[in-house]
């Protein structure tokens, strides 16, 4: 093996991707990072959120630009090449405005479930993405119910109202959703239940208690799938954390014991869950549900969002999300807001961070730094790779893949603020690596 083989792109505050392939040196000293044989989960992919205020401001390009950002995010040989993407049943945060798919009061028949708002902004983005990527994968997941059925009878805040037609309608309305979906020639491959389960908000949402959703997953929603004939798969999420944040320290294992271990825990709901999603604080009870039940498939559903700053210090952040949840298991990383205006507001007030800005004003795409932090795992890390274990001082800055034909693709962070050795072992070899200070870097070493 010579040292051209390998392939080592850097970003830094100063720079972003760039190549240092010709930089590596072999060395006598002791490797302080060793890839090993062992053999963890598969990977299925990465890829973020369609939502309408991200198509608003991805029409904001012109027709080249927009192209080349659709380019590369969805396609596969783009430099994200995401294959598996999200979307709201009804609004989310970054809605234009809040609806449901069905606002007729009592209507449990679903006779005027109609997805006609999707066809202005969120059909013609996903169906975009599709010409690019046909097999890109799509789950789904409410913000809130329509109102009619929550107590109280608003978008925000509340709950779901526990009588038996109300939910049989509910389970209903999830299989209006698909299958209007699938008449639209858009497969819904994967269902989750509630965005947030924990989050009673300003903005569209709904709270559930463990039971609630054990409940209305075994005895509504899987039985209804069954008897319409869905194979779009259920999965438990997404599950978030405690709020307020000060509880969290009290209950970390909130999203485990009181949400995936109540549900999962009974088999006649357990056997129509495919996987289990969890996001931001969610982050804490990964580890444990995975450890309890690891032949389930696990994603991490929304990145965390920032501020709307984009800063070089909220990437430092977001890329130990990405590292964390790999470590501890999931089978997939999805980013929230793709591309945004400046300074990302959402309907009600909250400034959050994106892939790509785009001014309306110059009309000009803005490659933020999670554009590379995502890119420094999705570019190389293809669907159908397994995270291999890794060994040495580095393993906390750093995680390994294995892709099909063999090749495998170490993503490491130098988050200090000086240049640092990386010597690491490759084969019967141990290279030098000067990691520039605070970077991401990704090195990929062939079969």
Known sequence: MSNQTI?????????????????????????NLTMTEEVHQLVEGFGGCFNELGYVALNHLESTEREQVLHSLFHPEGEHKFTICRLPIGASDYALEWYSHNETDGDVEMKHFSIERDQQYLIPFIREALKLNPDLKLFASPWSPPTWMKSPKAYNYGTLRWEKDILKAYALYFVKFVQAYCEEG?????????????????????????????????????????????????????????????????????????????????????????????????????????????????????????????????????????????????????????????????????????????????????????????KHFSHFVLPGARRIGLRGSWTGNAVAFKNVDGQRVLVIANPFHEPRALNLSVGQKTHRLELEPESFNTIVIPS
């Open 7 to 31: 392939q080592w792109f850097s970003t830094s505050k100063a720079q972003a991707w760039q190549s240092q392939a010709h930089s590596l040196i072999e060395t006598q000293e002791q490797a």
């Open 186 to 374: 858009i497969t819904i491959h994967q269902i989750h239940v509630q965005n947030e389960v924990i989050a009673d908000q300003k903005f569209p949402s709904c709270v559930w208690t463990g039971e609630q959703l054990r409940e209305f997953i075994r005895d509504y929603l899987g039985p209804a799938f069954e008897e319409h004939g869905l194979d779009t798969e259920i999965w438990l999420g997404t599950i978030n954390a405690p709020d307020p944040w000060e509880e969290l320290m009290k209950k970390v294992s909130t999203g485990f014991d009181e949400y995936a271990h109540t549900v999962l825990s009974d088999p006649e709901a357990y056997k129509y869950i495919k996987g289990v999603g969890y996001q931001w604080a969610g982050k804490n009870a990964i580890q444990r549900t995975v450890a309890s039940y690891p032949e389930l498939r696990y994603m991490q559903t929304e990145n965390e969002c920032g501020n709307g700053e984009n800063s070089w210090d909220y990437a430092k952040y977001v890329y130990n999300l990405y590292q964390h949840y790999f470590t501890n298991g999931v089978n997939a990383y999805i980013y929230w807001n793709m591309v945004l205006e400046p300074k990302g507001k959402s309907t009600w007030g909250w400034e959050q961070n994106s892939m790509i800005t785009v001014d309306p004003a110059d009309r000009k795409p803005v490659l933020n730094p999670e554009y590379y932090v995502m």
